[in-house]
């Protein structure tokens, strides 16, 4: 088993614009979410994004970093953004976002395969450690997303 199937659902007291807004620009990750060191473009997409491809480090609970590259597929403004990754994790993320009043839900599913050969030789004995590094970044990045917008969120 190397393939991990991660799945984060996060409630986010702010209407979707700005949720969206804030997802969707990768760049700007680093101001708002503890775990993302660094964003690299590396190749500019279409005005919707598609197309965009960006190196990503992040940083773990534990001790060491990935980093990924991840080109934009997908974009339906407001609703849904797709990545395809590269590097040292290969997989597809998906981010689904469904509007409330006051609130924005936001799924994120993430498919991924290390490609790091002590991680697919570790990942059946690792895989609870794994999924418990993920969730806390997920965690970290939800609680970064609520400061970053609060005071959108004192307005709604």
Not at 40 to 53: K, M, N, S, T, V
């Amino acid at each position: 088993m190397t393939r991990f199937d991660l799945v984060s659902h996060w409630r986010i007291p702010a209407p979707v614009e700005p949720v969206w807004a804030a997802l969707a620009d990768p760049d700007g990750w680093p101001r708002w979410w503890p775990h993302v060191r660094e964003v690299q473009i590396l190749r500019a997409g279409a005005p919707d994004g598609i197309g965009a491809l960006r190196r990503i480090r992040w940083g773990t609970l534990l001790p060491y970093e990935i980093v990924i590259e991840v080109e934009a597929i997908e974009s339906v403004r407001h609703e849904r953004l797709r990545g395809r990754s590269r590097g040292q994790l290969h997989g597809e993320g998906l981010w689904l976002l469904r509007a409330g009043p006051g609130w924005t839900d936001v799924t994120y599913v993430w498919r991924v395969e290390p490609t790091r050969s002590w991680m697919r030789w570790l990942a059946p004995l690792l895989a609870p450690l794994f999924r418990w590094n993920h969730a806390g970044v997920m965690r970290a990045g939800e609680a970064g997303l609520r400061r970053h917008l609060a005071p959108v969120s004192a307005l709604s």
